[in-house]
């Protein structure tokens, strides 16, 4: 199977950064998409950032020009540099990806998360 590995979080001060990081290991074929969400008490869990495997970049508006995504394909990673950071950032922020993985003669989609890691932001 897939295992996602997140690291980096922790406790910053309003307008600190942070840089988030996420390596994918197991038994994997090829990865699609790689992506970032989050999930704050009380709220649903939220799209932050995702990247394709050709690059192509997606943001929430909340985030856009705070913070950026980046992947190195061949390291099955995705990092996430999270600039100004906001109180409302606060949140447990998940590591997502879209995972081919070998099966017989062929290969099956899979969506896998990570466990979480928090982010706080104090004020």
């Known amino acids: ?3 996602l590995v997140e690291s980096g979080g922790g406790l910053v001060q309003a307008g ?16 699609n998409a790689m992506g970032w969400y989050r999930q704050a008490p ?7 950032a995702n ?3 050709a690059g192509s970049t997606n943001y929430a508006d909340s985030v856009k020009g705070r913070f ?5 394909n061949a390291k099955n990673t995705v990092h996430l540099q999270m600039n100004s950071l906001k109180p409302e950032d606060t949140a447990v922020y998940y590591c997502n990806a879209d995972v081919w993985t070998p099966q017989g003669p062929g290969v099956v989609g899979g969506d ?4 979480g890691t928090q982010v706080t932001v104090s004020s």
Do not use: H, N, P
């Open 16 to 31: 600190g950064s942070l840089r988030l990081s996420c390596a994918a290991s197991g038994s994997i074929f090829s990865i």
């Open 68 to 72: 950026t995504i980046s992947r190195d």
């Open 51 to 53: 990247v394709r495997s």
């Open 42 to 48: 009380g709220k649903q869990r939220e799209m932050v």
């Open 112 to 115: 896998y998360w990570g466990q």
């Open 1 to 3: 199977q897939v295992q």
